[in-house]
């Protein structure tokens, strides 16, 4: 088998299933499979999904096992000679995994391969490519030097400002929202270390592939979109994860002064993000947006078509609905919003699908729409 693509999912049926619409399209051309562990979810996603992706082979956990441990049970069952891992809140091109396989294939001593990842408005995500967190990077990222100078090969190198996000090339550390890996690799270096229950668990694998003599390559050719919300760390729930897996991060791979000094500044500016974040939530701030009302249909004619029956569409509309079909494609859809970024609120509706999908924000939750169709 080509390919297994792994999806762990927590409580986002709709975007799941906009994802796995698009990944339906994806693997057409492969000998493909498709694995989605769930964690125990409480909005119905199994049996929502399960007869509308019968090709989907689905694992059910009782509880939420974190998403190193989620993804370690779909390794497990994979059979792919190319492991993809993937987050439900993304959206892919048809030909992202062809693409991305035969860039793995072409001597590049590619171990593992991440790629171009824009949100929900268009706008190009750093996370696509990574330094690790050193003692320098480490301190410039939460300094504020990074932000000040983005493009700073010395302030930077958190996410390699310096570097083109438009150029294939070797880097660092991968995200975890589309890592690619050859099974070959995963069998000498292992899966995600369990120790980390969400976030740092990408670093921690693309800095063990290195070591185990192995690239990690930023593939631009091939662009998805991560609406990344859905996994917003204003939440201080989430704030408090993602601290808490960098300082395991540290103590795990460095030692030392730099270890003490980094788990101690870590511990401080979680209480500080998490006291910020605690309190916009009091003020109002950290609200989930209303879903439009006026809308504007553009894409294929038949998927435009099913779905014009069930919404009031507006003569005057404030927003977008992208209707993928067989006369307008993902990939289609995903350079238009690359190219129109930030100058609508856009959404996604994949043909014969009960849901629409967007987001305003990568730091805000998303929208969704259930309809019948």
């Given amino acids: ?173 991968l995200s975890g929202a589309f890592m690619l890996v050859k099974k070959e690799v995963l069998d000498k270096t292992g899966g995600f270390d369990e120790r980390f229950f969400m976030y740092a668990e990408d670093i921690d694998l693309s800095y063990r592939i290195q070591n185990a003599g192995y690239k990690n390559y930023y593939f631009a050719e091939s662009t998805i979109i991560h609406f990344k919300g859905e996994s917003t760390i204003k939440d201080p729930r989430y704030i408090h994860l993602f601290y808490t897996a960098m300082s395991q991060f540290v103590q795990k791979h460095y030692r030392g002064f730099f270890s003490w000094l980094m788990v101690g500044i870590l511990g401080m500016v979680t209480w500080i993000k998490s006291t910020i974040a605690k309190l916009s939530q009091k003020n109002g701030r950290c609200v989930k947006k209303p879903s439009p009302e006026k809308y504007t249909l553009i894409g294929d004619d038949e998927s435009i078509l099913e779905l014009s029956r069930t919404l009031h569409i507006s003569p005057q509309a404030d927003s977008v609905i992208y209707c993928i079909g067989n006369k307008f494609s993902y990939k289609q859809m995903i350079e238009e919003i690359d190219r129109n970024s930030g100058n609508e609120r856009m959404f996604i509706h994949g043909k014969s699908s009960g849901s629409i999908v967007g987001s305003g924000s990568k730091n805000e939750r998303g929208i969704t729409i259930a309809v019948s169709v």
């Fill in 1 to 173: 088998m080509d390919l297994s693509v792994i999806i762990v999912n927590y409580n986002v049926k709709f975007f799941l299933e906009q994802c796995l619409c698009s990944v339906s399209k994806a693997v057409d051309s492969l000998n493909a499979e498709v694995i989605v562990v769930d964690n125990h979810s409480t909005d119905g996603s199994h049996t929502y999904l399960q007869d509308r992706f019968p090709f989907v082979r689905f694992i059910i956990n009782n509880g939420n096992l974190g998403f190193s441990k989620a993804n370690n049970q779909g390794i497990q069952q994979a059979k792919g000679k190319y492991i993809l891992f993937l987050n439900p809140d993304t959206i892919v091109p048809e030909d992202c995994f062809s693409r991305c396989i035969a860039f793995m294939q072409s001597g590049s001593e590619a171990g593992a391969l991440g790629l171009r990842m824009i949100d929900g408005t268009g706008k190009y995500l750093k996370e696509s490519k990574r330094g690790f967190p050193t003692a320098w990077v480490s301190f410039c990222k939460m300094s504020g030097l990074t932000s000040l100078f983005p493009k700073s090969r010395i302030f930077a190198r958190y996410y390699l400002g310096h570097l083109s996000d438009e150029q294939n090339q070797q880097v660092n550390a």
